[in-house]
């Protein structure tokens, strides 16, 4: 059964500051990885989708790199602004069409 | 914009009272699906539809129903609402394997719902 872990469970930078999400899972079988952003009472919004053959995908200050033979993803924000903060959830499908999700990260990027 | 829509945003029903949420897709997905958000967690998969074909979770409990009457809309009843079923409800498409391409998962705003 696949399981998907997220460290830290809560982070807080000063704003500017370069910062990474760690994201790991038990199964390398995947087929792709979701990284998402949660704000507070809201819907999940997709940030960035890497496939099993991929290695990483950009947008913008956003960078997100999978090694699936180690059962790992990053997600690296860069120079961060007071309007990163939310809760960043990681994902992964597997054989089926259906998601694992991890437990989020709370990143607090403070002024 | 494409987008994939819940109506309402928040409901309130009384304990016991069923009540529908309802979901629509301008994205033309084969696949849509209902998650259970409960505070500070994961979202929980209740179940999916791949076109009409209908996939339940197997901890889902049965007081979770879901209808899919066209590729736009999908509705959730919950049959006799407890305490423990307040909770954030989120609906999501994609397009599904076999259309190939990335199979990207696109999440509505959500439902909150209340039980009194």
């Known amino acids: 059964k696949q399981e998907v872990t997220q460290i830290p469970a809560a982070l807080s930078v000063p704003e500017g500051e370069n910062l990474v999400l760690n994201c790991s899972f038990t199964?390398?079988?995947?087929?792709?990885l979701q990284w998402f952003r949660q704000d507070p009472g809201k819907g999940l919004t997709s940030l960035l989708l890497?496939?099993?053959?991929?290695r990483e995908q950009t947008s913008g200050r956003l960078n997100a790199s999978l090694d699936k033979s180690s059962g790992r993803s990053t997600l690296y924000i860069a120079a961060s602004q007071p309007g990163d903060s939310a809760t960043y959830l990681c994902?992964?499908?597997?054989?089926?069409?259906?998601?694992?999700f991890g437990k989020g990260t709370k990143l607090t990027v403070n002024p | 914009d494409a987008m994939v829509i819940q109506n309402p945003r928040y409901q309130v029903t009384q304990f016991g009272k069923p009540v529908t949420l309802s979901c629509s897709q301008t994205?033309?997905?084969?696949?849509m699906y209902w998650y259970q958000q409960k505070s500070s967690q994961a979202p929980k998969l209740l179940f999916h539809?791949?076109?009409?074909?209908?996939?339940n979770e197997a901890d889902t409990p049965d007081n979770f129903q879901s209808r899919r009457p066209n590729t736009s809309f999908c509705f959730l009843d919950i049959r006799s609402p407890g305490l423990g079923d307040a909770a954030m409800y989120l609906c999501?498409?994609?397009?599904?394997?076999?259309?190939?391409?990335?199979?990207?998962?696109?999440f509505g705003p959500g439902t909150r719902l209340t039980v009194l």
């Open positions: 994205l033309n997905h084969n696949v």
């Open positions: 994902a992964v499908m597997g054989g089926s069409e259906k998601l694992v």
């Open positions: 890497i496939q099993s053959s991929q």
């Open positions: 199964d390398s079988a995947i087929y792709n």
């Open positions: 999501a498409t994609s397009r599904g394997k076999n259309s190939g391409g990335h199979n990207e998962q696109f």
């Open positions: 539809y791949y076109d009409k074909d209908f996939n």
